[in-house]
Nanobody
Framework: QVQMVESGGGLVQAGGSLRLSCTAS????????MAWFRQAPGKERERVSC????????YYADSVKGRFTASRDNAKNTLLLQMISLKPEDTGMYYC??????????????????WGQGAQVTVSS
């Protein structure tokens, strides 16, 4: 049984920092692209970042480039998201997701097979 557990969300003032962590079990972590998605109330779920399996290259949404850094530790089956210079528009529920395949990253949520339960990030102005 695959489990994906996020941690590290919270409330922070604009300009602050947070780090999200996602630990996966029950899958061969190295064979999965790992992504962070977020969803704000009334908005569609959007991909924030994706880190490919194999090369470990990360891709980012334009809105977070230069502020967010995703990384993966395959030995610990862990995906991290370091967020700095947070803005109120970064507020939302953040989900980690896994998609089977090496060297690929998908933009659409329906390409991902496994999801965590979500971690709330709230940025106050």
């Amino acid at each position: 049984q695959v489990q994906m557990v996020e941690s590290g969300g919270g409330l922070v003032q604009a300009g602050g920092s947070l780090r999200l962590s996602c630990t996966a079990s029950g899958l061969t972590f190295d064979d999965y692209a790992m992504a962070w998605f977020r969803q704000a109330p009334g908005k569609e779920r959007e991909r924030v970042s994706c880190t490919s399996a194999g090369s470990g290259v990360s891709y980012y949404a334009d809105s977070v480039k230069g502020r967010f850094t995703a990384s993966r530790d395959n030995a610990k089956n862990t995906l991290l998201l370091q967020m700095i210079s947070l803005k109120p528009e970064d507020t939302g529920m953040y989900y980690c997701a896994a998609a089977s395949g090496r060297g690929v990253c998908y933009r659409e949520p329906d390409q991902y097979q496994y999801w965590g339960q979500g971690a709330q990030v709230t940025v106050s102005s």
